[in-house]
């Protein structure tokens, strides 16, 4: 049996006619030669008939008071969170960035060993800035090409059963 291709909200909206009288005309005439459509408006009519039927209960007098009853009380007062200034979270930046510049003094000269150095030398940024300039753009690029090459296996990392709070 083929499956029916037909939207499925087409159906919701012949049921709930909410459609146009010729939508409703072109639906239901497609119903009429579908079996699986014909077989999701019934569902659709027996849900409602099992809706209209359910009753409204009223919540039981004092309800509310016996939740509260069961949620623990806090022992004790939490001490005020006061925000803390703190400079250990630099000091691993500011030697990340001194190992770089430190790289990037020690390469600056070895770059002009290179002999693609000559062929760089045509390039204008490095006639703007030099080999200082010139080895600073490549370990920047460097850092960067290696961050690009990581973060897909962190984001899939991150997206693993072990941190799926992090995303939806």
């Known amino acids: 049996m083929d499956k029916c291709k037909r939207n499925k909200n087409d159906l919701l909206t012949l049921f709930f006619h909410e459609g146009s009288e010729r939508e409703e005309q072109e639906t239901q005439k497609h119903v009429d030669s579908c079996k699986e459509c014909r077989d ?7 849900m409602d ?4 039927q ?15 009853a ?9 001490a005020p969170v006061r925000a803390a200034l703190s400079l250990k979270p630099l000091f691993p930046i500011v030697f990340s960035i001194l190992a770089i510049f430190t790289v990037i003094f020690f390469f600056h ?3 002009t060993l290179l002999p693609l150095w000559e062929t760089l030398k045509e390039c204008w940024c490095v006639r703007y800035f030099g080999s200082l300039g010139a080895s600073a753009a490549l370990v920047i690029l460097t850092g960067i090409l290696i961050t690009l090459s990581v973060s897909p296996i962190l984001i899939l990392e ?11």
């Open 49 to 52: 008939q099992t809706m209209q």
């Open 40 to 46: 999701y408006l019934l569902t659709l009519r027996q």
């Open 54 to 68: 359910w009753q409204d209960e009223t919540p039981l007098p004092g309800g509310f008071d016996l939740i509260l």
């Open 158 to 168: 991150a997206k693993s059963k072990k941190y799926r709070y992090y995303f939806n």
């Open 109 to 111: 000269d070895k770059l």
């Open 70 to 78: 069961e949620i623990p009380v806090k022992q004790g007062e939490a």
